[in-house]
């Protein structure tokens, strides 16, 4: 402007002037004036120096409290000397903090030369401050926000109208439920639950129009598998209107989450169980233990002393016989316990030796017939014929059999029967099978029985006496050999204990 009074004034100085302006002088006006209402505007000398200036660029730069304007926030040395023989354009950005809010200044410069074409400055224009522009590059600055952090959770998101169609769905969605996100755009979001009830519960849960969080959803994925969710949203409303518009949240997959937390529960029920079954066995074993130790004590120190049956006496050699039935029960139980131990600790060493069917099963069947006789028990065997040889290790396969017999004579009533078979399955497995007309095993326990240390009932367990490792010891016998025991019982019918010897150890 004050190029423009300076013009007026040496116009109005001039005696011979015209009264009106001339048309040079008008020109000039207007160009200072054009100058005036332009972008801001300055030039820099090859010094670095503002050599001249608009009046929008002098205005700036006392907003932004600046006494040689918003260039000296530029790097005007280096553009200078990029400049100096171009003449393309140089363009810089500039980030100034004006009225209390962050803003992004675009200069875009040219290089000046003089007549002769020597390179003498630049020009610089600053794009003026539009809000609108700043408004849409913030917009498109928190959509790119937006689109990193949907990308990079883990969780899927989701948009709906009011009925719960989906309108929008995360890439997300596909890893982990097999679907594009344009095959779930239309659908009702509710639809994606496993079951009728779950829809229900999603959509009365929505239709609150209160948010919500960790809403647990079971969705049936693309290829059938069902996965457990964690949906939390919040209902949307126009500004304008204050109308109800849709709903939008999350997803999260805690599938994994629940299986590791199901199972470091059964891992603490099993140890828990385990514990009380070791509790369990001490206290019985202070019982079996003590049983034959009294017996032993008890008629050695009758002998001993010669109370009861003096030398000579008959009675003598039946004492003699219950000190032997005790202490070889006595025996028993600590082989069945140094065994499992073994077992364990992976220091159980087989020795094998093939032999027939009938060798290996004749001296358990010897020992165990007088014992079922007594109790009133029919023990017979069932062997086809042709039956070929087996490689086991015959110690151990004989404590299978014995147990496998004293268990079902111990569980089996009088008048009851007991029958030892063998045969081949279909697998080529030869099969080594006790099958009795006992108490049985409730269903719920067959699985329990065969851990050590385990009796089904207490009640039981103090009827029939025993550790409560014979099956857990079959068992761990026959996974030893490569094989595996086959418990198949009724409660109040029977049981059939089967060990299955693989087709490589047959003949």
Same mark, same amino acid.
């Given at each position: 402007? $004050? ?27 207007? @160009? ?7 972008? #801001? ?14 009046? #929008? ?28 023989? $171009? ?16 803003? %992004? ?34 917009? @498109? ?93 919040? #209902?949307? !409303? ?13 997803? +999260? ?9 199901? +199972?470091? %529960?059964?891992? /603490?029920?099993? @140890? ?22 009294? $017996?032993?004590?008890? !008629? ?13 006496? #008959? ?16 025996? @028993?139980? %600590? ?5 499992? $131990? /073994?077992i364990e600790s992976g220091r159980l060493i087989l020795n094998e030796e093939e032999t027939s069917i009938e060798m290996l099963c004749e001296p358990a069947l010897r020992m165990m017939q007088d014992r079922a006789r007594a109790a009133g028990i029919t ?31 111990? !569980?089996?009533?009088?008048?009851? +029967? %007991? ?32 851990e050590p240390f385990v009796q089904v009932e207490s009640h039981h367990a103090r009827r029939y006496g025993g550790t409560g490792l014979g099956l857990a010891l079959c068992r761990r016998l026959a996974e030893l050999h490569g094989g595996r025991l086959a ?11 089967? !060990? ?8």
């Amino acid at each position: 402007m $004050s190029i423009a009074r300076d013009k007026l004034r040496l116009v109005k100085s001039e005696p011979n002037a015209a009264r009106q302006p001339s048309a040079d002088q008008i020109k000039q006006i207007f @160009a200072q004036r054009l100058f005036d209402f332009a972008s #801001p505007l300055y030039m820099v000398d090859r010094a670095g120096r503002i050599t001249w200036s608009n009046l #929008p660029y002098r205005q700036l730069g006392e907003r932004l409290a600046l006494r040689d304007g918003p260039a000296s926030l530029l790097p005007l040395t280096d553009m200078l000397s990029r400049a100096e023989g $171009s003449d393309r354009v140089i363009r810089r950005d500039i980030q100034i903090v004006l009225d209390g809010h962050q803003r %992004i200044l675009h200069a875009h410069h040219v290089p000046l030369t003089d007549r002769h074409g020597r390179h003498t400055g630049i020009a610089g224009l600053i794009e003026p401050l539009d809000n609108a522009l700043e408004l849409q590059a913030e917009l @498109a600055r928190a959509r790119e926000r937006f689109d990193d952090i949907v990308r990079l959770t883990s969780d899927w998101v989701w948009e709906t109208d009011t009925d719960l169609t989906i309108t929008l769905i995360s890439d997300r969605v596909t890893k982990v439920l097999g679907y594009l996100p344009q095959e779930l755009l239309g659908r009702p979001l509710n639809e994606l639950a496993d079951g009728e009830a779950g829809r229900r519960a999603l959509k009365q849960r929505c239709m609150a129009l209160t948010p919500f969080r960790d809403h647990h959803l079971e969705v049936l994925t693309k290829s059938g598998d069902t996965r457990l969710f964690l949906l939390s949203g919040v #209902p949307t !409303f126009s500004h304008e209107t204050g109308g109800h518009l849709g709903f939008r949240g999350t997803a +999260s997959d805690i599938t994994e989450l629940m299986r590791r937390e199901l +199972s470091l %529960i059964q891992a /603490k029920e099993a @140890a828990e169980m385990a514990n009380r079954a070791k509790s369990d066995f001490l206290a019985n074993m202070s019982h079996e233990l003590r049983t034959p130790l009294n $017996s032993i004590i008890g !008629f050695a120190d009758l002998l001993n002393n010669q109370l009861l049956a003096p030398a000579g006496d #008959p009675r003598a050699q039946e004492y003699a016989a219950d000190i032997q039935t005790s202490a070889q029960h006595l025996l @028993a139980m %600590i082989n069945d316990i140094l065994d499992l $131990s /073994k077992i364990e600790s992976g220091r159980l060493i087989l020795n094998e030796e093939e032999t027939s069917i009938e060798m290996l099963c004749e001296p358990a069947l010897r020992m165990m017939q007088d014992r079922a006789r007594a109790a009133g028990i029919t023990l017979s065997t069932d062997f086809p014929t042709g039956l070929p040889l087996i490689t086991v290790d015959h110690r151990l396969t004989r404590q299978i059999l014995l147990n496998l017999l004293s268990n079902a004579v111990k !569980f089996t009533p009088p008048a009851g +029967s %007991i029958v030892l078979r063998a045969y081949r399955a279909e697998g080529g497995d030869l099969v080594l099978e006790v099958e009795d007309t006992g108490i049985g095993i409730p269903e719920q326990d067959i699985d329990r029985v065969l851990e050590p240390f385990v009796q089904v009932e207490s009640h039981h367990a103090r009827r029939y006496g025993g550790t409560g490792l014979g099956l857990a010891l079959c068992r761990r016998l026959a996974e030893l050999h490569g094989g595996r025991l086959a418990l198949v019982s009724t409660a109040g019918k029977g049981t059939k204990v089967g !060990f299955h010897i693989p087709p490589e150890r047959v003949r």
